[in-house]
């Protein structure tokens, strides 16, 4: 909690043209951006696991979009497979460690 995860999404979108505000979807489980692609950003902390209905819902989010997922561990074995995975952790005196792994597993553990 409180590691970045919508600042590091905020920056992506901006760089890939979104103007409209960036906001956390913890409330809301997602938001879909436009901008020179469009932008998902979909926070799955309050699932156990994605159901086969519940991923009916989360579907439209993959359509034509880049995804940012915040704890996929959820979603193992129905969202697609992860590209990137990003663990944003707290470091020391206020700052942050990014690690960007390829081909990663959804189930890759999460930051403070």
Do not use: N
Not at 1 to 11: A, E, I, Q
Not at 51 to 72: K, Q, T
Not at 81 to 89: D, F, H, I, S
Request: proline content about 5%; hydrophobic content about 40%.
């Amino acid at each position: 909690m409180g590691s970045g995860k919508t600042t590091f999404v905020r920056g992506a979108c901006r760089a890939l043209g979104v103007t409209e505000p960036v906001t956390s979807p913890t409330f809301t489980i997602g938001h879909r951006y436009h901008g020179r692609v469009d932008v998902s950003h979909l926070d799955l902390f309050r699932f156990r696991d994605v159901s086969a209905a519940e991923w009916g819902d989360l579907e439209p989010y993959f359509d034509d979009a880049i995804v940012f997922v915040e704890w996929p561990e959820a979603g193992v074995g129905v969202l697609p497979a992860a590209r990137v995975a990003v663990l944003l952790q707290h470091g020391d005196g206020g700052t942050r460690l990014v690690t960007i792994e390829r081909d990663a597993d959804p189930g890759f553990r999460h930051g403070d």
